[in-house]
């Protein structure tokens, strides 16, 4: 399902989704734009909220959640992603 980012750091994001999602669901994301790419990121539902036209979905990604499941490599992709998006959507 398609979704549109509303904020984005390292370690979560705000997407404006067509429908509710249980909050705790766990998702997988694939984020793309003209300069990146990063697939099959995990990440844990934090809320769910009417908001304009649906849903403001609030979410935490997985990596940042534990010591065992801390990635480095995606921790530096999410960075530059938050970088790439703070240049861009200001």
Do not use: W
């Amino acid at each position: 399902m398609a979704v549109t980012c509303l904020d984005l750091n390292r370690y979560g994001m705000a997407v404006l989704c067509p429908r509710p999602v249980d909050s705790g669901a766990h998702l997988f994301l694939d984020i793309e734009g003209k300069y990146i790419s990063e697939s099959r990121i995990d990440a844990r539902v934090v809320s769910c909220q009417p908001f304009q036209t649906g849903f403001r979905v609030s979410l935490q990604f997985s990596y940042c959640l534990d010591k065992k499941g801390y990635s480095r490599a995606i921790d530096n992709a999410l960075s530059r992603i938050e970088g790439f998006y703070n240049r861009f959507a200001s």
